[in-house]
Nanobody, 122 residues
Framework: VQLQASGGGLVRPGESLRLSCAAS????????IGWSRQAPGQEREFVGA????????YSSDSVKGRFTISRDNAKNTVYLQMNSLKPEDTAVYYC????????????????WGQGTLVTVSS
C-alpha cells in the first residue's frame, strides 16, 4: 500500500491542525497505521498508531491528550488530529503501514515515505 501524508502548514501555538494519510494501491483497512515526526536535526519520533479496526490506538507521552489518531476505512484515509499545538511540535510528519502484531511500536514500521511539514510559530 502506498501512503501519502498531507495537511501540514503554519499554525500558531494553541491552534489545531488535522493531517491526513491517504492510501492507494491497496485498501488501508488491511493495515495498522503509524505516525511519526522528525524535527530538523533530530531523530525520528514515533507519535502514535491506530489498529486495523480502529478500535485501539497508541499515543506517545509527548502528544498524549493533545493528538488523536482515527481512521475512515471507507475513505481509505487515516487522520492525525493535533490540538493545542506547541512550537516543539514543529516537524515533518509521516505515516506508514504495518501488519505486525507490535503495531503500537515504531519498530513495526519501516517505510515512512514522504511527509508533510507542520510549523508551529507565533
Amino acid at each position: 500500500v502506498q501512503l501519502q501524508a498531507s495537511g501540514g502548514g503554519l499554525v500558531r501555538p494553541g491552534e489545531s491542525l488535522r493531517l491526513s494519510c491517504a492510501a492507494s494501491g491497496r485498501a488501508v483497512r488491511g493495515y495498522h497505521i503509524g505516525w511519526s515526526r522528525q524535527a530538523p536535526g533530530q531523530e525520528r519520533e514515533f507519535v502514535g498508531a491506530v489498529s486495523r479496526s480502529g478500535v485501539s490506538t497508541y499515543s506517545s507521552d509527548s502528544v498524549k491528550g493533545r493528538f488523536t489518531i482515527s481512521r475512515d476505512n471507507a475513505k481509505n484515509t487515516v487522520y492525525l488530529q493535533m490540538n493545542s499545538l506547541k512550537p516543539e511540535d514543529t516537524a515533518v510528519y509521516y505515516c506508514a503501514a504495518s501488519v505486525r502484531t507490535d503495531w503500537h511500536r515504531g519498530v513495526a514500521y519501516d517505510d515512512w515515505g514522504q511527509g508533510t511539514l507542520v510549523t508551529v510559530s507565533s
